[in-house]
């Protein structure tokens, strides 16, 4: 009788531990924040541990994992097949799984699961701090041109909550490269909005009950010929982000005092039980009901606060070398405005053109100025360069820039700091080129400007080459460099557009150092509003490291790079994204 009792509970125990959901936080590390991700993953795991503040009707299993980030998986897009075929994380047993990033941090697990517990793990949705274009902008491949301003895409670094349903979806969709998934684009920009625009163009919302055993909801008549306008009858057809109170874009914020959106205006005072709408028929949820604005449960960290500086080294703009792409075209026009910004903090700078011009001075390549894709013309710049540095003494880095860019010398100066510049350190705005496709290779976009160490310097002039002059010339040295095992590091204070192509949550939680073109703005303006005051929240702090190398390409008899794999197109100038 006392056995049969005794086994009874125990099948009971182990139906109960079959039967719960699991939650799974993806911590995504690129290699030099792994610091910040263990711990992130300790404090989640402490949390878990004070198990008698988690109530036991959850009947969740909480599972934690560090998702290295290899070359592609920072666009999550890419990594989600790791997700379900490598480590099998992803399963039918997952409920939720919460992103997070190096610098999220989660504040209370208890309160992010009386969340979770309220809402459909079954609904095909996710959840975060919603993010909006004020205008059409060229980093998002100018999605919804006519009206950008209500589509909401998520805040990757305050966390997104995904249902696994909408996860098991999409691994679907990615891993299968299913004939009707729409990508925009060959380029990956900005990852978070991407995520969007594939979830809107791809899933639609499980309101039929009619889909395949699996609870796919995709569909081949889905994405709509016309431009979307956010219409209330195409909303109801779509999948869009989920506006969370509890997901902030940074600490000590209440739901009360959120940037409000330019769709929403502003976020309300309490939180209601329902979910609301805004007048685009934008889902609202807010959080759990209460009198007062509920508290953060997972927000971001300023980059500053979440690096992982273990030497860092003082740097001014004495050990940075500037080397500023420039022609004949533009020696009035553009030049004056970096003499008149940035160029007084810039001691060792030089102008690189087309033609001599002993009046600003400029160095001529010896090369004639073509209108797009100056491969030719920047390898003979960094040629150039090398020469003057060796002349040279301490000089550590040098940053290929072009005349149209503005920077924050002090900010740079800081940042690079805690890089190691003994090392072959590769730095800028990294964008990415056909991710989903084993050709696929990340670059730093050269208007945001590229620093690379000395020692990396002398590797690129030696070993990479242009397939033809007028191939893109960020595109080739970043395939260049991927090939020989250089990662490209990404800097968040590098912008490759200007300040309003960007979310202002973006540019208040990393204090910018670059920003890139002229036109539709003040460029002085622009300078003294964005870089030319105090440090702000001080500058991002990381130390070197080395992601997975990629494989190497074979050489030619002078040791120089052949690029006869190179990713398709890419050998001319057609494809370049030209920003």
Known sequence: MQFSLMLLLLLLCLGRVSNAGEVLLLISCPQQSYKNCRALRENLRT??????????????????????????????????????????????????????????????????????????????AYYGHALYDAEATIVHHFANYKDPTWFPYPMLSAGVVFTGALLRSLVELVAANAPNATRHSEFAIDAAHELARFIFDN??????????????????????????????????????????????????????????????????????TTTTTTRKGIPHVPALATAAPVSCVLHAKPEATSGNAVHCVHTTSAHIYFAIKTCAKFHKERIPIIERTWAPDAM???????????????????????????????????????????????????MLVDDDTLLSVPRLSALLSCYNYTEHIYLGERYGYRLY???????????????????????????????????PDDMILGYCLQALGVPALHAPSFHQARPQDYAKELLQLNTPISFHKYWHTSPEHTYKRWLSDALGNASVRHVAGKDQPAMPLELNGSGLLQFSNMATGLEGNSKHLDL
């Not at 997952?94 to 610098?103: E, G, K, L, R």
């Not at 979307?228 to 999948?239: C, E, T």
């Not at 990340?442 to 310097?457: D, E, M, R």
Request: glycine fraction near 4%; hydrophobic fraction near 35%; charge should be negative.
């Open 348 to 398: 060792r700078r030089k102008y690189y053109s087309d033609v001599a011009d002993a009046g600003i001075p400029t160095i001529s390549t010896g090369l004639p100025n073509v209108p797009t894709g100056h491969c030719a013309k920047t390898l003979a710049i960094l040629q150039l360069s090398l020469k003057d540095i060796n002349n040279q003494t301490d000089i550590r880095w040098l």
């Open 437 to 471: 496709a084993p050709d696929g290779f990340n670059y730093h976009t050269g208007g945001a400007g590229i620093v690379v160490s000395v020692p990396l310097l002398r590797l690129i002039v030696e070993r990479c080459s242009c397939p033809v002059d007028n191939a």
């Open 203 to 272: 899933l639609a919302p499980d309101v039929t009950n009619d889909d395949d055993a699996n609870g796919s909801s995709y569909s081949k008549n889905i994405h709509n010929d016309k431009e979307d306008d956010g219409s209330d009858d195409m909303l109801q057809r779509k999948i869009i982000l989920k506006s969370a109170d509890y997901i902030c874009p940074w600490t000590n914020m209440s739901p009360a005092g959120s940037l409000a959106s330019p769709e929403t205006g502003a976020r309300p005072t309490t939180a209601t």
């Open 47 to 124: 949390q878990q541990q004070l198990s008698n503040s988690i109530p036991a009707d959850y009947d969740y299993i909480i599972k934690v994992h560090i998702m290295h980030e290899l070359f592609n998986y920072w666009t999550l897009l890419d990594a989600l097949p790791y997700l379900q075929s490598k480590t099998r994380l992803l399963n039918t047993n997952t409920d939720w799984i919460i992103w997070c990033q190096h610098n999220t941090h989660v504040s209370s697990l208890r309160a992010l699961l009386d969340q979770l517990h309220r809402l459909d793990a079954q609904e095909l």
